[in-house]
């Protein structure tokens, strides 16, 4: 991915919890434990696509309301590709590509802020 990648908006992210950055570094941490990119991988693998569509829309609201730009404009594009029940053979591979990046990203914020 191209290094011009924005992966973490903190400032839209603060203002989205009313500028409490202590919440929203907390918010950040549990983004880690409640985002289950896998699930949706699994729920595919059986064709289970409206599992696999409710656990791309949860994520993308915690990417929306997290400010985690990147993921949000992969795992919009997934949601999609389920909904059309016409899934990219590489879009799973990029939607995780980009959670891993982000996960990097949140790391460093919490480290900076936590």
Do not use: C
Not at 2 to 22: L, P, Q, W
Not at 63 to 91: D, G
């Amino acid at each position: 991915m191209a290094d011009d990648v924005i992966y973490i908006d903190i400032d839209e992210g603060v203002k989205r919890v009313m500028n409490n950055k202590k919440l929203y570094i907390k918010l950040l941490g549990k983004f880690k434990t409640d985002a289950n990119i896998d699930g949706i991988s699994e729920f595919l693998a059986v064709g289970d696509f409206e599992n696999a569509q409710i656990q791309a829309h949860t994520i993308k609201g915690i990417a929306a309301n997290l400010s985690l730009t990147e993921l949000f404009k992969q795992i919009l594009e997934l949601e999609n590709q389920i909904k059309a029940r016409a899934v990219a053979p590489n879009q799973m591979d990029i939607v995780k590509a980009a959670y891993s990046a982000t996960v990097t990203e949140v790391d460093k914020v919490i480290a900076e802020n936590g």
